[in-house]
């Protein structure tokens, strides 16, 4: 792939068990690129995200990530593709049960993360970095829908990803906050981080400007704005 390119996609089929959901689409990314997917209900976003962290297949076309050929990665190597991205929902997906420290640590030693300073301060620096500092200690129940986002991108930044990989992280939010998690992100992708959003939100997009790709017909083409 040419120097600063993370993801190629070309004349890809994206397929959900007998249907063709996107169809030839092509998409390249460059490190620290922003880009929100935009598109009908049903049109294919979240299944793009979906086959660019191998939970659905790409089978047809040429597909790049990262450096892993998506069509021919190995299931022993989805792990260490996933760690490279950073992967946001709608629905906050939070251990219930634990601490905000709690769930970040969950993750730092799931993925590898032995020392307990290390793992300190990690947590420290990406709740910093998102505007949580001081809320570690919290449940995940005792904190706001945006502050539960706000820990979700922190999680998603642990292990220092190239891509986020965002599926309508605002679609639970109040149109204030969801400003402030689109600002987040474009602060986040502002140091060296590509970002992949999918919204409904026109809103945002407007007032957050930065390229946008539509699904429509199964493909995926750049809207002028
Ligand atoms: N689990 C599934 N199994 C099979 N087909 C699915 C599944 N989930 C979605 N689809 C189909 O894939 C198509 C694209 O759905 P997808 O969720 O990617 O769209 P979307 O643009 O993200 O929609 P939304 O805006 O509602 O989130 C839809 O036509 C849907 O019927």
Same mark, same amino acid.
């Given at each position: 792939?040419?120097?600063?390119?993370?993801?190629?996609?070309?004349?890809?089929?994206?397929?959900?068990?007998?249907?063709?959901?996107?169809?030839?689409?092509?998409?390249?990314? $460059?490190?620290?690129?922003?880009?929100?997917?935009?598109?009908?209900?049903?049109?294919?976003?979240?299944?793009?995200?979906?086959?660019?962290?191998?939970?659905?297949?790409?089978?047809?076309?040429?597909?790049?990530?990262?450096?892993?050929?998506?069509?021919?990665?190995?299931?022993?190597?989805?792990?260490?593709?996933?760690?490279?991205?950073?992967?946001?929902?709608?629905?906050?997906?939070?251990?219930?049960?634990?601490?905000?420290?709690?769930?970040?640590?969950?993750?730092?030693?799931?993925?590898?993360?032995?020392?307990?300073?290390?793992?300190?301060?990690?947590?420290?620096?990406?709740?910093?970095?998102?505007?949580?500092?001081?809320?570690?200690?919290?449940?995940?129940?005792?904190?706001?829908?945006?502050?539960?986002?706000?820990?979700?991108?922190?999680?998603?930044?642990?292990?220092?990803?190239?891509?986020?990989?965002?599926?309508?992280?605002?679609?639970?939010?109040?149109?204030?906050?969801?400003?402030?998690?689109?600002?987040?992100? $474009?602060?986040?992708?502002?140091?060296?981080?590509?970002?992949?959003?999918?919204?409904?939100?026109?809103?945002?997009? $407007?007032?957050?400007?930065?390229?946008?790709?539509?699904?429509?017909?199964?493909?995926?083409?750049?809207?002028?704005?």
């Amino acid at each position: 792939m040419e120097d600063g390119v993370l993801l190629q996609l070309e004349n890809v089929d994206i397929c959900r068990d007998e249907n063709v959901i996107l169809h030839q689409a092509s998409l390249s990314l $460059h490190q620290g690129e922003f880009v929100y997917v935009i598109g009908k209900v049903g049109s294919g976003k979240s299944s793009l995200l979906k086959s660019l962290y191998c939970e659905i297949p790409i089978c047809g076309g040429e597909a790049r990530l990262l450096n892993y050929n998506l069509r021919k990665i190995k299931r022993k190597d989805v792990p260490y593709l996933r760690r490279k991205l950073g992967i946001v929902f709608q629905d906050f997906q939070l251990l219930t049960d634990r601490s905000v420290n709690k769930n970040l640590e969950f993750v730092l030693r799931a993925t590898g993360w032995r020392s307990n300073k290390d793992i300190r301060n990690r947590i420290e620096e990406v709740l910093q970095q998102v505007g949580m500092q001081n809320k570690g200690y919290k449940m995940p129940h005792e904190l706001s829908g945006g502050e539960q986002q706000r820990v979700v991108i922190a999680r998603a930044l642990l292990n220092t990803p190239d891509m986020i990989l965002a599926d309508e992280p605002t679609g639970n939010l109040d149109p204030e906050t969801s400003g402030q998690i689109v600002q987040l992100l $474009h602060e986040i992708c502002k140091k060296g981080t590509a970002v992949i959003m999918t919204t409904h939100n026109y809103t945002l997009v $407007h007032n957050f400007p930065a390229r946008i790709v539509k699904c429509e017909n199964a493909s995926l083409n750049d809207v002028d704005k």
